[in-house]
């Protein structure tokens, strides 16, 4: 009788011990299963991370690389016709000497045109650049120019100041104010690229008592040329095509004041900066 009940207790045993075993290959199958499954959704997403990251670089590869300043002039070389696309994707700060890029309507959007920043008056004097407020062209408000920046963000800024008041600033004064300018909207705006215009000069007849003249403006111009360097923006020599060799803006190109363009001048400073786009 008692071998007969270890006998059962022996099959009871191996039974169980069978169960168990059975058990644990199922959870072994289960658990490969589930960890393959997961690898395969895991490695998806990550394909899919990496599809996300190649294509923001696709995205960003068209970006130009920051201007840094490394002691260098940077010109523009004559390119061929950018085309009307290229001049609507400038903005320009400017002075008196070539607000007529608005009041002539010379720009796709006429008269209108929110491509042109300048002050209420026109009228930007160069020592006071730091303070100066422009009209913003979203709503008619009175921003600075960097302010402007960080809120249009301009791709490519090209800048026409020094006329106005050139007379009473010294050389440091004026790269300082002009570097000053050029840093605080390149901190609000990092991926914008600025060109810089040399003066417009003045017509040789030119009689106004603003102590404007033609070596006043052949000199400031070297100074644009240090803050170019300073500042890796770009130095466009656009007024070439409305002045002569000695500097000297000519009267065709003047309005009847000697010292601003007329319709026909600032058409012609497009027209160079058509042909000497930045690419």
């Known amino acids: 009788m008692r071998n007969r009940i270890t006998a059962i207790k022996n099959i009871v045993w191996a039974f169980a011990i069978v169960i168990c075993l059975l058990a644990v290959f ?13 690898e395969q959704f895991r490695g998806g997403v990550q394909l899919g991370r990496k599809e996300a990251q190649t294509e923001t670089a696709e995205e960003g590869s068209g970006t130009r690389p920051p201007q840094m300043g490394d002691g260098s002039l940077k010109t523009l070389p004559e390119t061929e016709d950018a085309g009307q696309e ?29 491509q ?12 006071d650049i730091a303070q100066s407020r422009i009209v913003y062209p979203g709503d008619g408000s009175i921003v600075t120019s960097p302010d402007a920046a960080m809120l249009l963000q301009p791709e490519i800024l090209v800048i026409s100041i020094g006329n106005d008041g050139i007379a009473n600033i010294d050389q440091f004064d004026f790269i300082d104010k002009y570097d000053t300018l050029i840093a605080d909207i390149r901190r609000n705006s990092p991926n914008t690229w600025v060109i810089c215009l040399p003066l417009t000069s003045v017509t040789a007849d030119y009689a106004g008592n603003d102590g404007l003249s ?15 360097q300073q500042t890796g923006s770009i130095y466009c020599d656009a007024v070439s095509a409305v002045q002569d060799v000695s500097g000297t803006l000519l009267k065709e190109y003047a309005a009847a004041d000697g010292r601003t363009l007329n319709p026909t001048g600032v058409t012609q400073i497009l027209q160079y900066l058509r042909y000497h786009a930045v690419s």
């Open 26 to 38: 199922v959870g072994l199958l289960f658990a490969a299963f589930t960890r393959n499954r997961d």
């Open 86 to 114: 290229y001049i609507d994707s400038l903005t320009f700060l400017v002075d008196s000497s070539l607000v007529g890029l608005r009041d002539y309507g010379v720009l796709s959007g006429g008269t209108e045109t929110s």
């Open 116 to 127: 042109v920043w300048t002050t209420p008056s026109g009228v930007l004097a160069v020592a």
């Open 214 to 228: 033609v070596a006043k403006c052949n000199e400031a111009n070297t100074w644009i040329q240090t803050v170019c």
